[in-house]
């Protein structure tokens, strides 16, 4: 990817080519791709999407501490992004959690 270059407009720009060609139902993306710019990109696309998520930052563990093993909870939350050096997007977006042994 070059220098500069924004990984939400790659990965939109591969997934519209993609869905155009591929009758596709949802798209699965690695840690690697767990930004706020990336999940606007996708839902401007209007394409289903999971996104396995890195463990950065505390605001789930409250969350986990609730769950038992084998549990799940879905929490909406609301981010902004920065894009252009200067302007904010709001992005809102649903996170599943989810504990197994």
Do not use: C
């Not at 084998?70 to 902004?80: L, M, S, T, V």
Request: glycine share 6%.
């Amino acid at each position: 990817m070059p220098r500069g270059y924004y990984i939400e407009d790659y990965v939109y720009e591969m997934t519209k080519f993609i869905i155009e060609h591929l009758p596709v139902e949802v798209a699965l993306f690695d840690r690697g791709f767990s930004t706020w710019g990336v999940i606007y990109r996708l839902k401007k696309l209007k394409v289903y999407f999971l996104i396995f998520w890195k463990k950065q930052g505390d605001w789930y563990q409250k969350h986990f501490r609730k769950l038992k093993d084998g549990g799940a909870i879905r929490i909406n939350r609301e981010e902004n992004y920065k894009r252009f050096k200067s302007y904010f997007i709001k992005n809102m977006t649903g996170f599943l959690l989810l504990i197994s042994t």
